[in-house]
């Protein structure tokens, strides 16, 4: 089968930042800084309040476990061949990049958006509340 550079990359990446934030764990504080998955995850209020623009590409490429990066590198692998075969390496890396980040602008401004829209009402409905909670699930630990 015909894995092309754009796939190898994407798939090498995702699983050598697992293992560093695998291994990150399981060092500790002492010996190695501290990167959370909280960090780099994608979430509305870190990325709009606290422009924290990293987010929208860093949560493309960290896993929360091992089955989340087997079921995605699965998927990478058994369609990002093709695709990249049919249009080009440069082609395909810049396509994922484009989605990577329209998809995390997208999940944001729904999140904000949902947000503003409980703000404004004055009670909660269930899709709003669990849109709150989305917009709010990635925050600040207290005393930081």
Known sequence: MWVGIGSRFLFIVCVLIHLLLTLNEFLGEEHSPRVHLQDVSIAAEPVFQEFQLYRLVSSAFVHSDFWH?????SALIS???????????????FLSCAIILFTNV??????????FTVWA???????????????HAVSKEEGK
Request: glycine share 8%; net charge negative; aromatic share 16%.
């Open 121 to 135: 009402t004055s009670g909660f409905s269930e899709s709003s509340s669990d849109a709150w909670i989305h917009y």
């Open 79 to 93: 369609i990002g061949p093709r695709l990249e075969k049919h249009c080009g390496s440069l082609v395909f890396l």
């Open 106 to 115: 997208l999940y944001c401004a729904v999140c904000y958006g949902m947000y």
């Open 69 to 73: 990066l087997l079921t995605n590198m």
